[in-house]
């Protein structure tokens, strides 16, 4: 599945529809088919089932093999975000066995994880994500401005780092927490004629402004919502 814009950016709903729905759950993608995603994304872990390291479970484990069969019958695009390494030739397997290679999207933090999707799988595209929060940082209330300036040094570096992770990847896409991008990392993923994916954005403020700068597909937990605000800048 290519990650490009058509007249606006592409809408993932995140972890299925996390605002309408328990995250990684089978009703939370369907939530996301019904408010007319382009893309459902959801976490898979290390036994091949639907997960964030952390997350609360809620019901019973999910399966990648049955989250995608309740997917088959819809047109929605299929992004899958690798939550362990190791499990790249499992997920080839099951993405190539159910014919749904055109509609899908391997994402992962581990830059040797998508480089050994793209060997296994030249036809797959694969999506870089950045950063990968290793100790949880992110969970902490940091104080408004020690997160700005923190924030501000990562984009400026962005640019830079961006063109390091794809050259370790071998990535068609780069997937970026939505505070990093800036007019100067939209010009280099342009430039190198990548896709670029924002995540994970609740605000619709910052919707509209990311889709001005041209990114090519937003991740947010309420899609209904990102599609309204995209649907009136295009009227606008």
């Given amino acids: 599945m290519e990650v ?114 793209r060997r296994e799988a030249p036809w797959l595209t694969c999506a870089v994500s950045y950063p990968r929060d290793r100790l949880g940082a992110g969970d902490i209330a940091w104080p408004e401005p020690v997160s700005r300036v923190v924030a501000w040094l990562l984009r400026l570096l962005m640019p830079w780092r961006m063109r390091l992770l794809l050259h370790e990847s071998d990535a068609g896409t780069v997937s970026l927490q939505h505070r990093l991008v800036s007019p100067a990392v939209v010009a280099a993923a342009r430039a190198r004629g990548v896709g670029l994916i924002a995540w994970t954005v609740n605000d619709p403020a910052r919707i509209a402004e990311l889709a001005r700068l041209g990114v090519d597909a937003i991740t947010s937990d309420d899609p209904e919502m990102a599609l309204a605000v995209l649907g009136t800048l295009e009227g606008s």
């Fill in 4 to 117: 490009k814009a058509r007249g606006r950016p592409l809408v993932i709903g995140h972890r299925g529809a996390a605002a309408q729905a328990p995250a990684n759950s089978l009703e939370g993608l369907l939530a996301a088919v019904e408010a007319a995603a382009d893309v459902v994304e959801f976490d898979v872990d290390a036994d091949l089932c639907l997960g964030h390291p952390g997350e609360d479970a809620v019901g019973p484990a999910v399966s990648l093999g049955e989250a995608l069969a309740a997917l088959t019958a819809s047109s929605i695009g299929i992004q899958l975000d690798l939550k362990a390494r190791g499990i790249e030739v499992q997920i080839v397997e099951a993405v190539a066995s159910r014919g749904l290679a055109d509609r899908v999207i391997v994402s992962s933090a581990w830059a040797r994880s998508v480089r050994r999707l």
